[in-house]
């Protein structure tokens, strides 16, 4: 079992910046991956960024590339994702996600079918 907790949303004025955590606890040295997502109401959960490890390959969504980055303190287990120049648009509620299993690897680091532990989420609201 990997737990996973959410901080740092908030309420941005549009253009501002946030970082979100993702604390990871349990059986951390299970993990291989983690990405966030995100939801905004009435619209499907979509990817926003993922890391894969060992090497660190990270992707990005097409409408976050440039203004989103993903990184990891392996020594906190814990996954970070800063979001600058950001938009109405942004506004959702954040998730970290990590696969359930080695085998889920094999899917695309955006399918949210490859995620089996979530967090609860955390809010961003960007103002315009």
């Known amino acids: 079992q990997v737990q996973l907790v959410e901080s740092g949303g908030g309420l941005v004025q549009a253009g501002g910046s946030l970082r979100l955590s993702c604390a990871a606890s349990?059986?951390?040295?299970?993990?291989?991956?983690m990405a966030w997502f995100r939801q905004a109401p009435g619209k499907e959960r979509e990817f926003v960024a993922a890391?894969?490890?060992?090497?660190?390959?990270?992707y990005y969504a097409d409408s976050v590339k440039g203004r989103f980055t993903i990184s990891r303190d392996s020594a906190k287990n814990t996954v970070y994702l800063q979001m600058n120049s950001l938009k109405p648009e942004d506004t959702a509620l954040y998730y970290c996600?990590?696969?359930?299993?080695?085998?889920?690897?094999?899917?695309?680091?955006?399918?949210?079918?490859?995620?089996?532990?979530w967090g609860q989420g955390t809010q961003v609201t960007v103002s315009s």
């Open positions: 890391m894969r490890w060992p090497g660190g390959t990270t």
């Open positions: 349990g059986r951390t040295f299970s993990m291989y991956a």
């Open positions: 996600a990590t696969p359930r299993s080695p085998h889920d690897l094999t899917r695309a680091a955006y399918d949210l079918m490859g995620y089996g532990y």
